[in-house]
């Protein structure tokens, strides 16, 4: 994967075309959803990964304990999923179902964390921009 494939996102844009090679080299990995697959589960708690779509479109569900499934957002491309889960390493707090066949790049975060002994500086501009992120979106959920 190139960096121009990666213009949808600005995730990696202050990332040097080795230091893009060297994280998707080793953390990354492309991955295909059909409609109506089911990425992540409310409550899982899994390898957390990360997610950026490249093409497409998903739905992030919170399912309350007694009611109907209440949608949170739909996400399309260049935005990312499943960061919450990576910080806190704990269950998932939503489900994401895809709504239209999708393209994501999966980041598997364990491998990020094998990055900081490989060039910590490159997997520091990762994570800095992952809890950027975060908190802009916190703070819009807040703002509603």
């Given at each position: 994967m190139k960096k121009g494939q990666l213009e949808v996102t600005t995730l990696f844009e202050d990332l040097s075309d080795r230091e893009l090679s060297l994280l998707l080299d080793h953390c990354g990995s492309m991955v295909t959803y059909q409609v109506g697959d089911t990425v992540l589960r409310q409550?899982?708690?899994d390898d957390s990964n990360l997610f950026i779509i490249m093409v497409g479109?998903?739905?992030?569900?919170?399912?309350?304990?007694?009611?109907?499934?209440?949608?949170?957002?739909e996400l399309k491309?260049?935005?990312?999923?499943?960061e919450f889960a990576l910080f806190t390493r704990e269950a998932r707090s939503a489900s994401v179902i895809i709504v239209e066949y999708t393209e994501v790049l999966k980041i598997d975060m364990g491998k990020l964390d094998e990055m900081f002994e490989i060039d910590a500086k490159t997997a520091f501009?990762?994570?800095?921009?992952?809890?950027?992120?975060?908190a802009r979106k916190l703070y819009q959920r807040v703002r509603r």
């Open positions: 409550g899982e708690v479109k998903v739905r992030v569900l919170m399912d309350p304990q007694n009611g109907a499934p209440v949608v949170l957002s491309n260049g935005d990312m999923f499943g501009k990762l994570v800095k921009y992952i809890a950027k992120e975060s």
